[in-house]
């Protein structure tokens, strides 16, 4: 062969080598690539359960730390009540009537105005039964009531 051939020929295959050199690594560096995808992906779910996870202690955090200040307000909260006997006289009959008075309180802060309710008794009934009876503000009930909304 002539030298210009033998010339040629070494250009060729280094062209050929060159080529399967570019696709090697071409592809060498499409692997490290979705490695490095692999891990990112991988990172960033990691992150968001962090995230998840943190919310969601958060969310408790701020729904114990709710419910214990309702529950020291509910502690300051107050009734004060009161009842006595109500005599009207009508013509030649007197009708006795038991009046029990309650308000609500916060700590020394009247949150209500008197609420009175009137209820006639007849002689040798127990008064401090009826009083107990006919109570506005149960403590129970504001507490049933305070839960409620707070849990709504």
């Excluded at 998840?52 to 730390?65: F, G, I, P």
């Excluded at 038991?98 to 007849?122: A, G, K």
């Amino acid at each position: 062969m002539s030298p210009l051939g033998w010339a040629f020929l070494a250009v060729v295959c280094s062209a050929f080598s060159a080529a399967v050199v570019y696709l090697l690594m071409r592809s060498h560096a499409e692997v490290l690539l979705s490695r490095q995808r692999e891990q990112l992906a991988e990172a960033r779910a990691a992150l968001a359960a962090q995230r998840e996870s943190l919310e969601d202690s958060l969310r408790n955090v701020e729904d114990a730390t709710r419910r214990k200040a309702m529950d020291e307000f509910i502690a300051d909260i107050r009734v004060e009540e009161r009842h006595y006997i109500r005599e009207h006289k009508i013509l030649f009959v007197t009708r006795k009537c038991l009046v029990r008075q309650e308000r609500i309180f916060f700590r020394n802060l009247p949150l209500s105005t008197w609420v009175e309710q009137e209820m006639p008794i007849e002689e040798g009934a127990d008064v401090d039964k009826l009083a107990q009876a006919m109570t506005v503000f149960t403590p129970e009930g504001m507490i049933a009531a305070a839960s409620k909304k707070l849990l709504q």
